[in-house]
């Protein structure tokens, strides 16, 4: 069953070409009953009437403008006529216009002169002697006044409206951004993971490889059998190799026929003796004190653990030189509130005198890796010779 997201289009609007014809119709709506009043009609009503209406075409534009403008043809109108004229329409559309489309300084401003024009307007229509009918005055005013607080009030809404929907499209959008560059940085995460864990298998095993091949290479001169053996154990170290690397690529492709990637579990504190053996076989002298197979501590720290004496026993086949010794001690420590996993990986080779071509990523993958448990990282030169690595993993 799936599920639909709503609709989270912008509201439709008029496009710039929609806005100018809603203009122009409405201009010519308003001036459509003065051709009908041409015939017989007062010069002054016409004139008048057509100056208020024709400026409202730039109300969108310049809304202070042409708000002003009407105004100004209507201070004419009462001083030309004693009556009402058909461009009176346009005051309310310039009103709502100015509180619409500019500032709200400007809307209170149009507001205030509504109010003293309601006034104006009334006394002039009705008369100030003495038989003035004051109630009809005051009707009037109230009138005209509800009218321009109408369109005020109905052009401020729309401007809060368009300013509030144009703060939700944007929080859209920046929201869309947002999780495109959460998106960007989960997959530079997940580049760098794989990344540091082709070079924990690639490394591991080469360096594997290479000293056993090596070995072999001599041996095959005086003892066969021995050599046989050595490249017995190449070609295992080499499997287990391309294992690995077909285990992490199935990840990001799925190679069985039902889509799903052939996977096998990652690897951990009971897979330290396998690497310790491992170590031996290709010629070191290893002392190892491991922690119990059965100690449970979540996955990612076996790993990390586990990775943190890979490249370390890699480093010593690169760096520490022949005939080595190398002590190993991993444990876990602590109680339930507070555990970890102590990692020690100490050779006697040649130490600081070992060269390097500044090209390694062994140590900065590991404290990547340990610095994701919120962990740290000592590696360093022991004195007297051979080189020291030890970490402290959260568990």
């Known amino acids: 069953m799936s599920t639909s997201l709503p609709d989270q289009r912008p509201p439709r609007r008029l496009g710039p070409r929609g806005r100018r014809w809603f ?7 308003l001036l459509a009953p003065l051709a009908l009043a041409a015939f017989g009609g007062d010069l002054a009503f016409l004139l008048l009437s057509a100056a208020a209406i024709v400026p409202l075409l730039w109300r969108r534009s310049h809304p202070v403008a042409v708000f002003w403008a009407v105004t100004a043809v209507h201070v004419l109108q009462v001083l030309a ?3 009402p004229v058909l461009g009176q329409v346009a005051w309310p559309v310039a009103v709502y216009s100015v509180a619409r489309h500019a500032p709200a300084r400007h809307g209170w401003a149009a507001l205030a002169v509504s109010a003293l024009a309601a006034v104006t307007a009334s006394l002039d229509w009705g008369g100030t002697g003495t038989n003035a009918q004051w109630s009809t005055v005051v009707a ?3 009138f005209l006044g509800a009218i321009a607080a109408t369109a005020w009030a109905l052009g401020t809404l729309g401007r809060t409206r368009q300013a509030y929907v144009d703060a939700l499209v944007e929080r859209s959008a920046r929201v869309e951004r947002e999780a495109a560059q959460q998106v960007a940085l989960a997959a530079a995460d997940e580049r760098a993971r794989i990344a540091r864990e082709m070079h924990d298998v690639v490394a591991h095993g080469l360096s594997v490889i290479v000293v056993q091949a090596d070995g072999a290479r001599y ?8 050599a046989a053996r050595t490249l017995e154990t190449v070609a295992s170290t080499g499997r287990e190799a391309l294992t690995e690397m077909r285990r992490m690529l199935g990840l990001l492709r799925a190679e069985d026929d039902g889509g799903t990637p052939a996977l096998r579990p990652q690897p951990g504190l009971a897979d330290l003796d396998a690497l310790v053996a491992e ?11 491991l922690p119990d197979p059965a100690a ?10 586990y990775r943190v004496v890979q490249e370390a026993l890699t480093n010593v086949r690169k760096h520490a030189g022949p005939d080595v010794a190398v002590r190993i001690e991993v444990a876990v420590t602590g109680s339930a509130g507070g555990r970890a996993v102590e990692v020690l990986v100490e050779d006697d080779g040649r130490g600081a005198a070992a060269a390097d071509d500044g090209r390694g990523l062994g140590l900065l993958g590991m404290r990547e890796r340990v610095g994701a448990h919120g962990g740290s990282v000592e590696a360093h030169a022991r004195t007297g010779g051979g080189f020291s690595v030890s970490a402290r993993i959260p568990a």
């Not at 203009?23 to 709506?29: K, S």
């Open 23 to 29: 203009d122009r119709l409405l201009v010519l709506g």
């Open 296 to 305: 449970v501590v979540p996955d990612g720290v076996g790993l990390t653990a």
């Open 219 to 226: 041996a095959a001169r005086t003892d066969p059998e021995v």
């Open 140 to 142: 009037n005013t109230m």
């Open 279 to 289: 170590a031996r076989t290709a010629g070191a002298r290893v002392e190892a004190r």
């Open 81 to 83: 006529v004693d009556e």
